[in-house]
């Protein structure tokens, strides 16, 4: 396995109901949450190359953030979160290095995904991205996302007004 960046940071990702159902996959790198969204969601098969559109950078505070967008505002609807932990980057380049670059290396440490995972810009200074999980002991080719929001959850939701980076 390639050598680990020392630097142990945050990801999450958010499952968000608002006109489409699509999933907020979040790095932290350089004091933010980069953000991109996966339509059909992050996968552990490694078969699946899963688009993954670049946004705006959000605030590390909004990894914790589940809640309901009010109508009106960008991004209404529901926002819980899928799943969350820690990663560490792969090689020699920093996480930041690896963003400029177009190609991010990192193991993930959260509860639904594990192992390595790589993104790739497809067009130099474009805003998407392709997430591939790499083949390793926790790649599975039958893998299959799972709603995590349920009625009940969802009834102790409050309104608020997302923290993002203008």
Known sequence: ??????????????EHHATHLHYDF??????????????KGPSM????KRLAIMVEDHLLEYGEFEGIIPEGHYGAG?????DKGYYFSLGNKTPEEQLRNGKI??????????????????KK????WLLIKKQDKYGD?????KLALTAQKKRGLKAK????IK
């Open 78 to 82: 529901v926002v819980i979160i899928w």
């Open 125 to 128: 200074g474009g805003k998407q």
């Open 1 to 14: 396995m390639a050598q680990q960046h020392k630097s142990k940071l945050i990801f999450v990702v958010h």
């Open 26 to 39: 979040r790095l932290e790198i350089q004091g933010v949450l980069k953000s991109w969204v996966i339509p």
């Open 105 to 122: 290396e990192f193991i993930l440490h959260g509860k639904k995904l594990k192992g390595g995972f790589s993104l790739f810009q497809l």
């Open 45 to 48: 098969n490694p078969s699946d």
């Open 161 to 164: 007004i997302p923290l993002c």
């Open 141 to 145: 080719k039958k893998w299959k996302i």
